[in-house]
């Protein structure tokens, strides 16, 4: 299959990224990309991974376990940015990289015991709810340091930073507001706790916006893949 338009859409996101950076004193090297793969197929993965791409990203344990199955034999680092199900981390945890959506010390807690008996250290984000919309997962604001403080004492858990979703919505200023609320979370913390290097923030609809206020790690979808077909099979 022809997979040029992915050679285009990557290329010019990279641009684009590398111009916002310059414009905020930064460059192309202070941000992590993650490629947000879900509902793609492994050729297409693979096809934007030979451009060099090597972080992707999956919403669904299951769709990333077969993914990682299919592609095991490639260079790939592999983070979860959807919701995490405790019975389902059982599935992920002999491989994955970093998961972004920690919202409890209870699911952390359960990560670290499978981390444990894989021998490993996982990396984990705490998601925090910026928004106040019910339907987003994440800690409260106001809840974040206490819940960072408990999961920074798990052996097998290294928490790298926080990680926020934006509002889905046409004002900047309600978006710019997350965000703000986010890095100054970030600031505050990072001095108590020494694993700390993310800032996750940052899709495709607000990346710019996301880089303006300090993120460090984007989490980008359609503007590599293109739109997605939520009913086709990956």
Not at 50 to 73: A, I, P, T
């Amino acid at each position: 299959m022809d997979y040029e338009y992915l050679n285009e859409n990557y290329t010019y996101l990279l641009n684009d990224i590398s111009n916002a950076c310059a414009e905020s004193g930064k460059t192309l090297e202070d941000i992590t990309l993650v490629a947000v793969s879900k509902t793609f197929s492994a050729g297409e993965i693979l096809a934007v991974n030979r451009l060099g791409q090597e972080v992707f990203g999956e919403n669904k344990v299951q769709e990333l376990r077969s993914k990682h199955d299919e592609l095991k034999n490639e260079k790939i680092k592999w983070h979860l940015v959807g919701h995490l199900q405790s019975n389902k981390v059982k599935y992920i945890a002999e491989f994955i990289d970093l998961i972004h959506s920690v919202d409890s010390v209870h699911l952390a807690g359960i990560i670290n015991e499978h981390a444990a008996r894989h021998n490993r250290i996982i990396d984990i984000l705490v998601q925090v709810n910026t928004t106040g919309e019910d339907q987003k997962s994440g800690v409260e604001p106001d809840d974040a340091e206490q819940v960072c403080s408990g999961i920074s004492l798990l052996p097998n858990i290294r928490l790298k930073g926080l990680m926020t979703i934006g509002m889905f919505t046409d004002d900047e200023e309600i978006i710019r507001k997350n965000f703000v609320c986010l890095r100054n979370l970030y600031d505050k913390l990072k001095g108590n706790i020494k694993t700390f290097e993310y800032l996750s923030m940052g899709m495709t609809s607000d990346y710019r916006i996301a880089i303006e206020e300090g993120t460090n790690m984007l989490r980008i979808g359609s503007a590599i893949f293109g739109q997605r077909n939520y009913l086709k099979k990956t």
